[in-house]
């Protein structure tokens, strides 16, 4: 059984940082690709970043230079880190892994919210 759990959201000012976490299992992590998406209330999840097995990492326009993805494949967990957050970065952040098939995997989401 696949498990995918977020840590690491929270309230934070307009500028601040914040480093999400997602610790995976039931899947053979270091061949899997990895990504995290976001959702605003009232608005469609969208892509905010994802990593390749091999490291090569893909950002939204939205985030490049502030958002940093990343994947420690001994610890089976990969990471977000956000920096000079906006309100309206304000979303529940998913963790999402690529399944067989195409199936995709998800998190059970963290909510981020930044204050102005």
């Known amino acids: 059984q696949v498990q995918l759990v977020e840590s690491g959201g929270g309230l934070v000012q307009a500028g601040g940082s914040l480093r999400l976490s997602c610790a995976a299992s039931?899947?053979?992590?270091?061949?899997?690709?990895m990504g995290w998406y976001r959702q605003a209330p009232g608005k469609q999840r969208e892509l905010v970043a994802t990593?390749?097995?091999?490291?090569?990492?893909n950002y939204a326009d939205s985030v490049k230079g502030r958002f940093t993805i990343s994947r420690d494949n001994a610890k089976n967990t990969v990471y977000l880190r956000m920096n000079s957050l906006k309100p309206e970065d304000t979303a529940v952040y998913y963790c999402?892994?690529?399944?067989?098939?195409?199936?995709?995997?998800w998190g059970q989401g963290a909510q981020v919210t930044v204050s102005s």
């Open positions: 039931g899947i053979i992590f270091s061949i899997t690709p």
């Open positions: 990593i390749s097995t091999g490291g090569s990492t």
């Open positions: 999402w892994a690529a399944g067989s098939l195409a199936r995709n995997y």
